[in-house]
Every structure is written in structure tokens, then in C-alpha cells.
């Protein structure tokens, strides 16, 4: 992996229900040749930055895990 990017839940819901066409996203890059260091850097993203997934995968696991921080249960995904 060589970056880490930050969805909050609500924004990731509207990008995956087509609600909103993109999101530009800040995340962290690791360059371990430059020394080991993470650089802050922004991201445009569209449905199609995503892996491709069988049903709605990332939308089921946005929902999961704001049942999540509401306590709410059970939780599946699969």
C-alpha cells in the first residue's frame, strides 16, 4: 500500500448512491525510498476509483460502520 485516502461516511454515501458525480478527498502517501516519510495530498475520486466488487460492496460497508458508531447491530457484510 502506498496510500491511505480519508472517505467520512456521509460523503462516501452520496459519491456510491449517485447522489454527487465526485469528491476531492485528502489522504497520505507513503514514500519509503524518500526516506520513510507520509506527504498530505488531495485526490479527485469518482465511483470509478474504485476497485470493482460484486453488488454494492462499498456502500454496504459505509452503512456498516455508521451502524457501527451508532451502536446499532447486528452487523454483516460479505
Same mark, same amino acid.
Given at each position: =500500500?502506498? +496510500?491511505?485516502?480519508?472517505?467520512? &461516511?456521509?460523503?462516501? =454515501?452520496? $459519491?456510491? @448512491?449517485?447522489? @454527487?458525480?465526485?469528491? /476531492?478527498?485528502?489522504?497520505? /502517501?507513503? *514514500?519509503?525510498?524518500?526516506? *520513510?516519510?507520509?506527504?498530505?495530498? *488531495?485526490? *479527485?475520486? @469518482? /465511483?470509478?476509483?474504485?476497485? %470493482? #466488487? &460484486?453488488?454494492?460492496?462499498?456502500? /454496504?460497508?459505509? &452503512? =456498516?460502520?455508521? #451502524?457501527? $458508531? @451508532?451502536? +446499532?447491530? %447486528?452487523? +454483516? &457484510?460479505?
Amino acid at each position: =500500500m502506498s +496510500a491511505l485516502v480519508w472517505l467520512p &461516511i456521509e460523503s462516501g =454515501m452520496h $459519491l456510491l @448512491t449517485g447522489a @454527487t458525480d465526485s469528491l /476531492t478527498l485528502l489522504g497520505h /502517501t507513503y *514514500e519509503k525510498s524518500g526516506g *520513510e516519510s507520509w506527504e498530505e495530498f *488531495e485526490m *479527485e475520486v @469518482t /465511483t470509478d476509483s474504485f476497485l %470493482p #466488487r &460484486i453488488q454494492q460492496y462499498y456502500l /454496504t460497508a459505509l &452503512i =456498516m460502520a455508521e #451502524r457501527l $458508531l @451508532t451502536n +446499532a447491530g %447486528p452487523l +454483516a &457484510i460479505s
